[in-house]
T-cell receptor, first 109, second 111 residues
Framework: EDQVTQSPEALRLQEGESSSLNCSYTVSGLRGLFWYRQDPGKGPEFLFT???AGEEKEKERLKATLTKKESFLHITAPKPEDSATYLC??????????FGAGTILRVKS | DGGITQSPKYLFRKEGQNVTLSCEQN?????MYWYRQDPGQGLRLIYY???????QKGDIAEGYSVSREKKESFPLTVTSAQKNPTAFYLC??????????FGSGTRLTVV
């Protein structure tokens, strides 16, 4: 059974304090790993797709990396507007995505 | 602009009542999905459809029903058989192996 585990469940940072979110997965035949950002009461917003171990992608203060067992979302010098829930999902067979429970990030100024 | 529209944003259901959540997309995506989100849990798949007039059960289909009569539309009915329907419902669509585009969600509350 495909599984995704995200840690920590919640993370509080001071503005400018860099950190990383973890996404561990077990899947037979990974076809893609996805990161989404979700603001309260809204639908998830796509951030990145990673396809193979060693791949990295960046967008503003965010950088996603992928190994054979996990993915990290690195946040460099975060700002209060980066506060959100970050969701990780894996795609194995078919088009279905399996999601983790998410990490709630709060950045205080 | 292309996107996914979910309506209503808020919905209240009485005990024993069926309610239908709307999901419409103009992205020309083939596949559509319904997920349920509860606090502290990941998104759980209810139903999905990869082509018109065909759909499959997800992990938590009991108490729900769907139809896919048009490519653009994938409504979800929450029936009286769903004993704990209070949740945030998300509709998504995708084109083949690419990631999902999500709607803005419907929050359903039992009153």
């Amino acid at each position: 059974e495909d599984q995704v585990t995200q840690s920590p469940e919640a993370l509080r940072l001071q503005e400018g304090e860099s950190s990383s979110l973890n996404c561990s997965y077990t899947v037979s035949g990974l076809r893609g790993l996805f990161w989404y950002r979700q603001d309260p009461g809204k639908g998830p917003e796509f951030l990145f797709t990673l396809y193979s171990a060693g791949e990295e992608k960046e967008k503003e203060r965010l950088k996603a990396t992928l190994t054979k067992k996990e993915s990290f979302l690195h946040i460099t010098a975060p700002k209060p507007e980066d506060s959100a829930t970050y969701l990780c999902a894996v795609q194995a067979g078919g088009n279905k995505l399996v999601f983790g429970a998410g990490t709630i990030l709060r950045v205080k100024s | 602009d292309g996107g996914i529209t979910q309506s209503p944003k808020y919905l209240f259901r009485k005990e024993g009542q069926n309610v239908t959540l709307s999901c419409e997309q103009n992205l020309n995506h083939d596949a559509m999905y319904w997920y349920r989100q509860d606090p502290g849990q990941g998104l759980r798949l209810i139903y999905y459809s990869q082509i018109v007039n065909d759909f499959q059960k997800g992990d938590i289909a009991e108490g729900y029903s769907v139809s896919r009569e048009k490519k653009e539309s994938f409504p979800l009915t929450v029936t009286s058989a769903q004993k704990n329907p209070t949740a945030f419902y998300l509709c998504a669509s995708s084109l083949q192996e690419y990631g999902y585009t999500f709607g803005s969600g419907t929050r359903l509350t039992v009153v």
